[in-house]
């Protein structure tokens, strides 16, 4: 069987669930709901603001806080693309008809990756413009060719697809919804605080590895928080996420039973 | 053409399997009998690759079923009927699985039809009786139109009318030349359907051979009144004897007049003698429970 049959038959069960297009409506309306509403609020409050809060005003990063929310759907739409084929039997369906597990782990990542970062970067890039549109009444706003503007909106969608593989990878590896779900969503959420309970004082080495926190790295523009790490390191913790976690779902996926 | 050799499956420390060797040939029937728990699906799930063997082989048309290309086109399997997505709709469901080895588009219109479910294809599973999805599973082994055919429970949760349809399509299908293996727990549905048996109980292979030939020869049954002493004298005649509610002794080996003239010669009076036509019920129990059986051998007692 060829790559592309497998891509064309993990796209079909993905588009064939209505969880697919639940997830992302959500998606849809919190960031780009929250992205008008933060930029409203900004504009409206923008005159009562002290010196110190106009400096650490960051017009990108602050429409952004949708995403927060959306995280957790994508990370959703990963888990479920793997859980509830356990879930529900399919995947013994799937094992018969494609018995190269690796393969089929290839073109459901793939799948759902490709989904995800194409759903991602189009969340973000209108949010990006509806949020300047409501900031450029207090000339707030800022444009795709300022400084770090393009790598941060850019940014945002990659990190969507990140959070989403990553939920497939822990979907993989645990096989329930709940489970998985619980995971994802903690390593999201509480990462950051964890890692900065067990940090020595003012010590970022172990707070830049939480999720959170590099998505923080790679979505700011004017204002860069000294914990933050830089882009590039931001970058560099996506990328060993998912080759950590989805390295250990192959693994696990080609030597345990069904 | 499916075939086993020492095919052994441990879970921690309980054997599932237990060095199967069997084959399973072409333009048949052959029934994979059991109690539950005997190691069927076991069996069947190592056959498809879902799970590793500990020991042995299962290999299909002479391969491992992990190493076959387009494994839909070879063998069709009907595992649990409800493992299917309830959100998705039935025709998506066939129309990945053809996907995945290259199957035309228009076969899935094919097995919906053939199977009684064109007017549902477009239905969400969810929505489906347990007969439906039964049918379902049915249409998405037959996707592939393969040579091998292995159903796990095919007639549960199907009313009259579809346990007629799938008798009648199993048999179809062996004629057809294809290897078909049906697991059942129902003793009087492999009796109708099945050409060829195999038994397995606690994972090993207790028999493994035609119909005809394991239930062939019937048995007698054999009545006195109160408690006698014609279960020794027949055991110690070469009849193997076993003990049937009510009284009763359950006899093969001898003929009526036979065992008639062994009750005259002791003064043992018979209320029934009634020679019995084969059950598989009865051939699954001897062979499955053996403390329920007397051997043919003489007892030294008996010697006297």
Known sequence: ?258 | MIETAGLTKTYGRRRAVDRLTFRVQPGRVTGFLGPNGAGKSTTIRLLLGLDAPTHGRALIDGRPYRELDHPLRQVGALLDANAVHVGRRARDHLRWLAQTNDIPRGRVTEVLRLTGLAEAGHRRVGGFSLGMKQRLGIAAALLGDPAVLIFDEPVNGLDPDGVHWIRGLIRSLAAEGRTVLISSHLMSEMQLTADHLLILARGRLLSDSGMAELVGTGDILVRTAGDTPLAALLTARGATVSPQPGQALAVTGLDPGEIAAVAATHGIALIELTPRAPSLEEVFRRITDPELQYRAEPHPEDAR
């Open chain 1, 1 to 258: 069987m060829t790559r592309s049959s497998l891509i064309a038959a993990e796209w079909t069960k993905l588009r064939s669930v209505r969880s697919t297009p639940s997830i992302l409506a959500v998606a849809t309306v919190a960031t780009i709901g929250i992205a008008v509403l933060q930029a409203h609020t900004t504009v409206r409050s923008w005159d009562g603001w002290g010196p110190r809060a106009r400096a650490e005003f960051d017009p990108v990063f602050s429409t952004f806080s949708g995403f927060q929310l959306a995280q957790l759907a994508f990370g959703l739409l990963g888990v479920l693309a793997v859980t509830a084929e356990y879930g529900t039997g399919t995947i013994r369906a799937t094992f018969t008809a494609t018995p190269r597990r690796g393969r089929v782990l290839a073109a459901k990542l793939l799948v759902v990756g490709t989904v995800a970062l194409v759903a991602g970067e189009v969340l973000a890039f209108t949010s990006f413009f509806t949020g300047q549109f409501v900031l450029a009444g207090k000339h707030l706003d800022v444009g795709l060719g300022d400084p770090n503007v393009l790598r941060a909106v850019l940014g945002q969608g990659f990190y969507v697809a990140t959070v989403t593989i990553l939920g497939a990878a822990i979907g993989t590896l645990l096989r329930h919804t709940a489970g998985a779900t619980a995971l994802t969503t903690g390593l999201l959420f509480l990462a950051t605080t964890v890692l900065k309970a067990v940090s020595p004082d003012d010590s970022t080495t172990l707070t830049h590895w939480a999720p959170g926190v590099a998505a923080e790295g790679l979505t700011w523009t004017t204002f860069h928080d000294p914990e933050w790490p830089t882009a590039g390191f931001g970058l560099f913790v996506c990328l060993t996420y998912l080759a950590v976690t989805v390295a250990a779902a192959a693994w696990s996926l080609i030597r345990r039973d069904v």
